[in-house]
């Protein structure tokens, strides 16, 4: 493709791979749709509208909204204009909206509900740029973004097409504010060249053809949602959004998706239920789930197991992990995870049950993927897979990862200093990340730079290093190593409860609800085994010598998570500072 322009993308599907079904949005349990073609002319319709409104190039809209075809639409609307999107997480607080609103001087906001239409409207007297704020639903006595798209319905596209041929690939595309664990969040300045670069680094990593379905429910607003629905535009697969997050196992099955994308935390989910549909069989049946989840828990890639363990392999995918795959609709060919580390055995379990689950890494501003594993570039258990081509890595003195390549961002906007922090002269990206290289290419995460932390006694302890390698028991959901300027590490813990609860039947231990297993003695026994048995890989120094079992999950709307599901270490430090000091006294 010549122009490298994200706007060009529709362009393009609609001269190779002109789809009957483009976009594709669920409400109220029922599908609408539109064609390659609907897509390109509503967005032509987006333009007009804008343009007649006095958008110009370099003005700020905002989107806060579920993922929704509308959402495709607005975006290339705005882009081929050359004004400048600032996607932004339903979830997060209104004074987030004020000071993200407020930093991009954002000029027209458009929302998705009521809900968030009057989070807006609280504040847009704080925000003296915002002129108008637009609703995708129907919302009684709000503007809707179809004012838009009727405005100038029949304008003279000449004006967009003039504005088009004006836009550089390297210019500003969107502005993209981290969500971030403490402090105002960053505006991220990605131009058309970081993005579509990723789209191409990543081609050869999905194994996607025209005609594939995808199914998409993580949010649009983050940046590799956006990229990977750039590719599947980029190849004629057709994108389906999930109605919300309650009904992915009903879309899933309505769709039959070929992939999609997710984060380790609804893998976990995903594994507890049917580890808790196993655990209410009974008999023989139970005893084949067992013996197959047993096995699946022992993969390796490549057949490293031997033949015999490929035999029994294939005799557990046709009576129990082809369920599996047909709770996932049956046609699954890749599902890729990000955002956080993916425990090593969900990624075994999935991969035995062919379902090839793919971690990879990047940032926001690495628009985002810096490396991937794959089918076809070689999957190393416990790692972030091969960089991309298009990117080059390399560890850093003191083990931080460097990154370089076109995907790298223009910079934080608004703050020049903060960005000569992270890109160095060379144009090397400081990640703030800890790693090594197995076998000289697989990139392996072992920490952030920023959370490693010391004893009392000067030692150095890497907590998220230490708790990937804890959650790799089946009993623990979530972990945080705590100890700090104390004279030993701790943990606090949330059970993975379905796992937890099998044990407590195969035990005869009966408890009425979670906080009471969590203050069971014979359950904090078998916790304190778990962690002793997986404190020998261990120095000394590291070893959890004391934990708290914790009965709350830790969830985006409890506080404790960001909305990319990474946990908020001082927020989850002061809830349970009660435990804290329990452990230390």
Known sequence: MSNKRLFDIPQFQLENFNQEVALAGK???????????????????????LLKLGVKP???????????????????????????????????TEADYKFI???AEVKFVIVSNQDLYTKVSNIKGDVPS???????????????????VNLDPNGDLSAVEALKATIKPDDLATLIYTSGTTGDPKGVMLSHTNLYSNVEGCTDRMPCVAGDKALSFLPLCHVYERMITYLYMMHGVSIYYAESMETIGVDLQDVKPQMFST?????????????????????????????ALDLGLKYEPDGANGA????????ANKIIFNKWRDALGGNLKICT?????????????????????????????????????????????????????????????????????????????????LTKEVIDEDGWFHTGDIGIFVDDVYLKITDRKKEIFKTSGGKYIAPQQMENRFKESKFIEQMMVIGEGKKHPAALIVPAMADLKNWCNENNIACADVKEYCENEAVIEMYKNVLDEFNKDFGNWEQIKKFELISDEWTVASGELTPTLKAKRKVIMAKYDHLIEKIYN
């Open 27 to 49: 409400e109220n349990g029922k599908w609408s749709t539109y064609s390659t073609q609907e897509f390109i002319d509503t967005a032509n319709k987006v333009s007009l509208g």
């Open 58 to 92: 370099g003005d700020k809209i905002a989107m806060i909204s579920n993922n929704r075809p509308e959402w495709n639409i607005v975006d290339i609307g705005v882009l081929q204009i050359g004004a400048v999107d600032v996607p932004i997480y339903p979830t997060i």
């Open 101 to 103: 609103l407020n930093h």
């Open 130 to 148: 915002i002129e108008n704020v637009y609703t995708f639903d129907q919302v009684a006595g709000a503007p809707n973004w179809n004012d838009i």
């Open 263 to 291: 984060v380790p935390r609804l893998l976990e989910k995903v594994y507890d239920k049917i580890v808790a549909k196993g655990n209410d069989l009974t008999g023989i049946k139970k005893k084949l789930f067992n013996w």
């Open 308 to 315: 015999w363990y490929e035999f029994k392999l294939g005799i």
């Open 337 to 417: 995870s990000g955002s956080a580390a993916l425990q090593p055995r969900l990624a075994r379990i999935f991969q035995a049950a062919g379902i090839p689950v793919m971690e990879g890494y990047g940032l926001t501003e690495t628009s985002p993927v810096i490396a991937v594993n794959c089918l076809t570039h070689g999957i190393c258990i416990g790692t972030v897979g091969k960089r991309i081509n298009n990117t080059e890595v390399k560890i850093a003195e003191g083990g931080e990862i460097l990154a370089r390549g076109p995907g790298i961002m223009m910079g934080y906007y608004k703050k020049d200093e």
